[in-house]
């Protein structure tokens, strides 16, 4: 029904098949081009709903406890947590949806009761409680490459940006601390993705550094437009936009790959991949 009212308001083809993927977590639309380009320039994690996406509207829930007054702050947690977890069954409870709900929810919680969080406690305990549900779960690629992405940010980030965080220019700061973020999560998933999809995205940190400043816009723009898919003549011009911010931003994407050495292939064995 959601993806109809998408498609009321102007969307259509690979535009309709991205904003799709991007904020309902539904990729059956999606190409084989658009999947293979995508995944190409090292960026086809946006083309499924993860923490990334989960932490877009973690913010906006921060963003209003901040603001509420303390005794507003349950309620205003409560309504997080309900709407953190709607949107994580609306998207299909995937491993990398839930690892980061769960993760999230516990941040507001603590938050709230002024007590201490500790990321790699609350990593732990999610991954425990995903298993004990259904130990198969660890032989899903999405499970697998959620948290050692969180494990490289946890372990790798902190290093990286002690050396960043001594610079000036803030400008430079926000580039560098993404491009760290973008190799810390690298530096753990890389075997699983050349072991999985037999190819190495040279340019990736150029890529990422696109889709993290591109991101934002396009998930909060695709929840934006479900709601004013209901309003006459003010659906059909935010439709337009959409449209062609996605065509824009996949244009780009497009450029990426095409530029010469943009992958390598790369076949490795799983032993190869134990040791590295």
Known sequence: KLIKQLESIGLKGS???IISAITLGEKGLLSDDVRDTFSAAGVSHILVVSGMHVGFIFLIVMWFMRRASYRRRWLVVTVGLIILWGYALL???APSVVRATFMFSMM???KVMGEKYRMKHALCFSATILL?????????VGF???YLAVCGIVYFYPLLYKRISTLKSRPLRWILSSVAVTVSTQILTLPIVIYNFNQFPIYFIFSNL???AFAPFLFLGGIALLPLSYIPYLSVSAGWLMNYMVMIFEYIIHIIVTIP?????IYLSLFEVICL
Not at 132 to 140: A, D, E, K, Y
Not at 261 to 265: A, E, L, Q, R, Y
């Open 261 to 265: 050495f943009s992958t390598i292939k």
């Open 108 to 110: 507001l919680i603590f």
């Open 15 to 17: 535009e309709l098949a």
């Open 210 to 212: 696109f889709v993290t």
């Open 144 to 146: 697998q490459l959620s």
């Open 132 to 140: 004990l549900c259904n130990p198969n779960t660890l032989f899903n």
């Open 91 to 93: 998207t299909g409870l």
